[in-house]
């Protein structure tokens, strides 16, 4: 196994710091540039199951240069977080990004998970500048799905969809988040017009634009495939993948992936990400 | 704000003084350690954290004690285990004596930059590894938050707390200490359990750990009614001669499940650093 250096690192983000750990081959140089983006609830950049840190620690081997971050808000940074799929923590990657690229010439990889990945997609389809997106266990769904979800249901199906605690708790979600969207708008310092919320569809469709290869990651038993699925068929998702072609795939994983509450889940998407980015990275220098 | 980085260690400015996070020990198996610095430091305290799920979800509020306890002058070191958290090393290898040492170790990297550690900190399963490091601490302040009593009854928690979600997900899974003893370990929602680390924590009690003694003690519950187990360990400590402080309050958390949009509470932080900082201000 490759030796590596970890060097901790603290840099700005806005009016915050950032805590980071960056993982690099010790006795070779390195090839490959890569960005793990971390989930929302406050989970430190360690991951559950310390992914993160066994992620950079393999790939390592195959010269790959590894910055994990604390989001503002979570692990050694400094703030106050909150989490909603359509306000990802775009600045925060942004930092880590320019961090993780200084004297850099190569673009980076960005891996992210569930919030992270939402974060990456939309980061890339903002800024560009990146080699290639590893999206596992991604939520589609944000809460504007499932408002829309809640519209298209007539006042009887309503009644007898409430019910059903699973559908009661779904709704009161959608209540929850639609106050604790107004009041991130509100507690913003940035105007509205500056700061759209984000849907995944729409990031995608600005990945593809930008020619950008992705791959998405499910596990057959997710909730986040299963709304995938629905989002394809019935939205506005199908078409954007459609249109991305090659450039988006999609790979499925028997099982629960999403959370990595397993030390073979996570152990599998430490292979996914690995063969990926070795596949893209091998495609890529054939083409130069 | 100022920053220094060096090849293992970055620092950073704050209000109080500075925060320094680094590597300690050979870098395949280094510790992890963040230390939080008052201007003129007046002693250290180290927090033991707890692992697994529960180390997720007391890391913000150990972070935000540190740093209120450097505002009030006390420096604190953190550190994560080595196979835990950022820290190198295998998590399979993780036992009571690799514990300890990493505690030790971090104690004397807090010893330089504060002089002798004044205080520890155990929180969750953190408690049985500050407890053990009593003697490292004669007649300091000690402060648990929720403690585990028992090694076995944390291992028990983790192992239903698995059950559960499994029969959720509608999965079959062996019995976990039969597994652990076939295999090696035991995957514990997504953190690996050892046989070293069970074997050797599973009968490690607090009460007993920390012995007789006129220490000052803060326990510290999130909810109100405490069980029978943790009334008998309060009186248990009070009979050996230390001199409690129990203060049992807010809502009750589910420390092995990582919910989405679930902050970590942070009302013991501040009796806790309140506590802490009359405590050894008195010792002074």
Redesign the interface.
Known sequence: MTQYIERPLYFDSGRETLFGVLTEPADQPSRVNLLAVCPGSWIPSWHRGRMWVRLAHTLVDDGVRTLRFDYHGVGESTGRSEFSLEWPHVQDADSAYRVLMEGQRRHPYLVGTCFGARTAAAFAASKGGTAGLVFLALPVRDERSNSELVRRVSPRRLAGKLADRNHRRRYAKVLRSRFRNLGLLFRSRVSRSARQPHNFADDLAGIIRRGIPCLLVYGTADNEYRWFQQAVENGKLGEVLRSGGDLVEVKLVEGRFHGFASEQSQTTAIEIVREWIASRDEASSQTR | ?G?R?G??????RTDFGY?L???VGH??S?I?C?LHVPKTPRGGVLICSSIL?DA?LN??RE?ELARSLAASGLAVARF?YRG???S?GD?LRMSQSSMREDAVEVMSVLNQVAGPTRALVGSRFGALVAAGLASEVPDGPMVFWEPSLRGESFFKEGFSASKV?HMT?G?QTAAPLDHLRSVGFV?V????IGELLYDSMCDVELVETIGSGDRMILLHWSKTTLSPAESGAVSRLETLGHRLTVMSQGAPKAWWF???????SLEAVVPTSEWLAEQLKQDQ
């Open positions: 704000m920053r980085e090849a293992r260690a970055a620092e950073t925060e996070a680094q590597f870098p395949s280094a992890f963040v799920n997720i890391y913000r972070i994560d835990s958290g950022h190198g998590p979600a997900a999965e995957d929602l997504g953190f690996p990582i919910e989405n949009k679930t902050s970590t």
